[in-house]
């Protein structure tokens, strides 16, 4: 059973700063990409940030130069660093990855959500 296991949500005011932690856990071999998504009420999931293994990054231009994803690999953990935070912020955080399981030799891609966190940033 693979799990991602995101923490680090809570309620900010403008211009604060949180930051994020999604772990992978169970049993797989590797990670791949990591990513946070968001989601706001009566909007669309939207990606926020991702991560290759190889460290190259993307990021949504609504967040460039205000947030910053990086990860852990010994720890199979991603982060996310959101600094100078917004109102429209404000959403259910979403922690998704690639991880790769062996089964019996069969090596499979799969793609994994966390159970999300939520960020609220209001004064």
């Known amino acids: 059973q693979v799990q991602l296991v995101e923490s680090g949500g809570g309620l900010v005011q403008p211009g604060g700063s949180l930051r994020l932690s999604c772990a992978a856990s169970?049993?797989?071999?590797?990670?791949?990409?990591m990513g946070w998504h968001r989601q706001a009420p009566g909007k669309q999931r939207e990606l926020v940030a991702s991560i290759a293994p190889g460290g190259n990054t993307n990021y949504a231009d609504s967040v460039k130069g205000r947030f910053t994803i990086s990860r852990d690999s010994a720890k199979n953990t991603a982060y996310l660093q959101m600094n100078s935070l917004k109102p429209e912020d404000t959403a259910i955080y979403y922690c998704n990855a690639e991880l790769v399981t062996n089964n019996s030799g069969i090596f499979l891609i799969g793609d994994y959500w966390g159970q999300g966190t939520q960020v609220t940033v209001s004064s």
């Open positions: 169970g049993s797989f071999y590797t990670t791949l990409t």
